[in-house]
């Protein structure tokens, strides 16, 4: 399974469908990403894996994984040996976290449906709001 590689991102270069996108500076470096951004290094990996890597990847951001390898006094970044040295170890374990990985899908899912409904119950309680400021003057 472990085949992919790391590059440095590079606006305007062509990359394959089967790729996304690790921030590699600031606090939040790690955090992938399906769109681009400056600052980051590309994944690329086999279309069928893509999803279990994702995973991988946030599941270590989110749990500050990547935190103790950040240099740097300004702004601080990672390497991308570090980087490729972190991912590579916790790759040959990843065909052993696949159940906790699905259940991870499932709790980002439902954390976007939750983020839906409360925006739909603030857009709600200000309708309502503006509907009692209009009768009330």
């Keep these: 399974m472990q085949s992919f590689s790391i590059k440095c991102y590079k606006p305007g270069a062509g990359y394959p469908p089967a790729c996304f996108f690790i921030l590699s500076t600031g606090r939040h470096t790690g955090r992938p990403s ?3 951004t400056t600052n980051s290094f590309v994944f690329i990996c086999e ?3 893509l999803q279990r890597y994702y995973w991988m990847v946030y ?3 989110a749990t500050g994984s990547f935190l ?3 240099v740097g006094s300004v702004i601080e970044f990672i390497h991308i040996r570090d980087l490729q ?3 590579t170890e916790t790759a040959d374990q990843l065909l052993r976290l696949e159940k906790e990985i699905a259940t991870l899908q499932k709790f980002f899912q439902l954390e ?3 983020k839906k409904q ?3 119950i603030q857009n709600g309680r200000q309708m309502l709001c503006d509907r009692f400021q209009r009768m009330a003057s």
């Design 34 to 36: 399906f769109s681009p």
């Design 112 to 114: 976007t449906k939750l």
């Design 68 to 70: 103790p390898w950040l």
């Design 85 to 87: 040295k972190i991912l």
């Design 47 to 49: 279309p069928q894996d």
């Design 118 to 120: 409360m925006q739909l």
């Design 59 to 61: 599941s270590l951001w």
